[in-house]
Antibody, heavy 116, light 110 residues
Framework: QVQLVQSGAEVRRPGASVKVSCKAS????????INWVRQASGQGLEWIGW????????GYAQKFQGRVTMTRDTSITTAYMELSSLRFEDTAVYYC?????????WGQGTLVSVSS | QSALTQPRSVSGSLGQSVTISCTGT?????????VSWYQQHPGKAPKLIIY???KRPSGVPDHFSGSKSGNTASLTISGLQAEDEADYYC??????????FGGGTKLTVL
């Protein structure tokens, strides 16, 4: 079955960077975009950006431009989302999700905590 | 982009129907037929329940339905069941390869 499995929880200091991975299985990795979405505790979903695993093209929400980088390693069918210059308000669960126009399925989520 | 507008909460009794609205602009909801809806139970990842405004993925019960009029999309849940109690989010294409979510609606089944 189609599955996305994400890396474990991370704790970072303000100003640091974090890189979250998302391993895909059960389908042809290069055939579907990977999107990243985050959710702060008790808050709604916020779209971060997308990546085309076939050619590496990306698109980011304006809010995250300059701080986020999405990459992939096709040899291990894994997508990555790196967020830099972390702030306290970046504390959230980060999800990867497959799809170009709708998102299905989603990974289990990765908690990124920014704490001093 | 600004988040799409959803009611913070709705409620309905078992067996009744509820509708959750999702209001955007002509630059997102009104401009494209790319509205999707997601169900999220506490502590779980979101799950796709409606895509392309009205379509249901395989395995999603048919008491979920979607529609759109102008800049407002709607999710209707008929014959409410206890397991429908969850948070619901709409999402729309917003042009130039960007997407925007609604703020989410908490559904309480009485």
């Amino acid at each position: 079955q189609v599955q996305l499995v994400q890396s474990g929880a991370e704790v970072r200091r303000p100003g640091a960077s974090v890189k979250v991975s998302c391993k895909a299985s059960g389908y042809t990795f290069s055939s579907s975009d990977i999107n990243w979405v985050r959710q702060a505790s008790g808050q709604g979903l916020e779209w971060i950006g997308w990546m085309n695993p076939n050619n590496g093209n990306t698109g980011y929400a304006q809010k995250f431009q300059g701080r986020v980088t999405m990459t992939r390693d096709t040899s291990i069918t894994t997508a990555y989302m790196e967020l830099s210059s972390l702030r306290f308000e970046d504390t959230a669960v980060y999800y990867c999700a497959r799809g170009k126009v709708w998102f299905d399925p989603w990974g289990q989520g990765t908690l990124v905590s920014v704490s001093s | 982009q600004s988040a799409l507008t959803q009611p913070r909460s709705v409620s309905g009794s078992l067996g009744q129907s509820v509708t959750i609205s999702c209001t955007g602009t002509s630059s997102d909801v009104g401009g494209y037929n790319y509205v999707s809806w997601y169900q999220q139970h506490p502590g779980k990842a979101p799950k796709l329940i409606i895509y392309d405004v009205t379509k249901r993925p395989s395995g999603v019960p048919d008491h979920f339905s979607g529609s759109k009029s102008g800049n407002t999309a709607s999710l209707t849940i008929s014959g409410l069941q206890a397991e429908d109690e969850a948070d619901y989010y709409c999402c729309s294409y917003a042009g130039t390869y960007t997407w925007v979510f609604g703020g989410g609606t908490k559904l309480t089944v009485l």
